[in-house]
């Protein structure tokens, strides 16, 4: 059963960083694909960035192109979301999500049906 655990939200000034970290608490080798995705009051759950795990490839929507970085930890089955030049519109309930998909499929996967496996969401809150 997979579980997903983020941490390192929290508070920060406009322009300021944070970065966030999404773990698998179990290993699950038909996992290659992951995402970040964020809600705010009253929003839908938008896609933010994704990678095509040990590919290298990416996804990243418009509103954070060159600030936000999806990384991963292969060895840590980690992925990470660096998010630098915060803005107040960054905040929202930012949650990690994965699945199994083509590369094509990953970087494309930008709705919440695209992926099955969601974490429980961490708070970024930017003033």
């Known amino acids: 059963h997979v579980q997903l655990v983020e941490s390192g939200g929290g508070s920060a000034l406009a322009g300021g960083s944070l970065r966030l970290s999404c773990s698998l608490s179990?290993?699950?080798?038909?996992?290659?694909?992951m995402g970040w995705f964020r809600q705010a009051p009253g929003k839908e759950r938008e896609g933010v960035a994704a990678?095509?795990?040990?590919?290298?490839?990416?996804y990243y929507a418009d509103s954070v192109k060159g600030r936000f970085t999806i990384s991963e930890d292969t060895a840590s089955d980690t992925v990470y979301l660096q998010m630098n030049s915060l803005k107040p519109e960054d905040t929202a309930m930012y949650y990690c999500?994965?699945?199994?998909?083509?590369?094509?499929?990953?970087?494309?996967?930008?709705?919440?049906?695209?992926?099955?496996?969601w974490g429980q969401g961490t708070q970024v809150t930017v003033s």
């Open positions: 999500a994965a699945n199994h998909r083509s590369i094509l499929g990953c970087l494309t996967a930008s709705e919440v049906a695209d992926f099955a496996y």
């Open positions: 179990e290993y699950d080798v038909t996992i290659n694909c």
């Open positions: 990678t095509y795990t040990g590919g290298g490839r990416t």
